[in-house]
């Protein structure tokens, strides 16, 4: 019996780390604020790579200013946005989940908000020198995400 066809056709079934190169974005949106000068995206990221990685820096043109931030309760009790100067880590085979009232991508400096249905190209940096361009939609303010 012939199982050299087996065995090929078993090994394609397998997954291969090389069609896995570099981190993954998914369900990618955005809110942009009423007033229009600031707004945030928010995702899930993927690092299927055997490596640990770290999301360190985001840039779209919309905005004079794209930074990582996350939420923090400051000692009286008060949520307040920061800058995660650090980046968010992306330890290997694991997802981080950039989510409202968490880790999130901020846009500041918004000369031409976009309106919803909009496409916002975001470029993601990671520390491996990874780049991905990711295009987020804009979804409205009430849709049951805002920021």
């Known amino acids: 019996m012939p199982t050299r066809p087996l065995a090929v056709a078993l090994l394609m079934l397998l997954p291969l780390p090389a069609l896995a ?3 993954l974005v998914h369900e990618p949106f955005a809110i942009i604020s009423p007033a229009g000068q600031s707004g945030a995206a928010f995702m ?7 490596e640990d990685d770290r999301l360190v820096s985001a840039s779209a043109g919309i905005a004079a ?5 996350t939420h923090i309760e400051d000692s009286a009790g008060v949520m307040r946005m ?3 100067e650090d980046g968010f880590a992306l330890p290997a085979g694991s997802e981080h989940v950039l ?3 968490g880790d999130h991508v ?21 520390e491996s ?18 920021h």
């Open 44 to 50: 899930r990221l993927e690092n299927p790579g055997p």
């Open 99 to 101: 989510e409202r009232g």
């Open 129 to 146: 020198g990874a780049t991905v361009v990711v295009d987020v939609p804009v979804k409205a303010p009430m849709s049951g995400h805002g």
């Open 21 to 23: 190169e570099g981190p």
């Open 106 to 126: 901020m846009f500041m400096g918004i000369d031409a908000a976009p309106e919803p249905g909009a496409v916002i190209a975001l470029t993601l940096t990671f």
């Open 82 to 84: 920061v800058e995660v």
């Open 65 to 69: 200013r794209v930074e990582l931030h």
